[in-house]
């Protein structure tokens, strides 16, 4: 989680905070850098001191495991299939599968959010995405 953060912060450097008079691309990584690194400082932490006081760990936990590569694959699709779809898609496994939530509760997530993202980046923050694939 550490090498992730270090990398979401790395890579948005690169790629600029501020474009034009406008979020640029950079910044939601860069949020996302500095709300993931000192999260991942205190799960170290509890792990250390965790292993200390019990003498065996909990075990393997797949869930997290899946979390990750359902994030990293959110991220590959991201380019090829514009924001909406890998963004719903993203939630609803998220929320059915790795929570065990019901369908309805997984659709009005996926779509409410992602309706979400869309207008905040379109409307509020008045970013251009690329929301649906290229033709």
């Known amino acids: 989680m550490i090498a992730l953060a270090v990398a979401f912060g790395v ?27 000192p999260l991942a ?3 170290l932490v ?12 909990e075990g393997f936990q797949l869930l997290p495991i899946a979390t990750l590569v359902l994030l990293w694959v959110y991220v590959a699709a991201l380019p090829r299939l514009g924001f909406a779809i890998p963004t719903a898609v993203m ?16 659709l009005l997530v996926s779509l409410l959010v992602t ?7 379109s ?13």
């Open 11 to 37: 890579g948005s450097l690169k790629l600029g905070f501020w474009d034009h008079g406008i979020p640029g691309s950079g910044l939601m990584p860069m949020i996302a850098s500095l709300a993931l690194l």
């Open 41 to 43: 400082f205190i799960l």
């Open 46 to 57: 509890q792990a250390i001191r965790g292993r200390e006081g019990r003498g065996e760990g």
């Open 91 to 106: 939630l609803f496994i998220l929320v059915k599968f790795i929570y065990g939530r019901g369908l309805l509760p997984a």
């Open 115 to 121: 309706a979400g993202g869309v207008m905040l980046f």
């Open 123 to 135: 409307m509020f923050l008045d970013t251009p995405i690329q929301v649906w694939p290229h033709a």
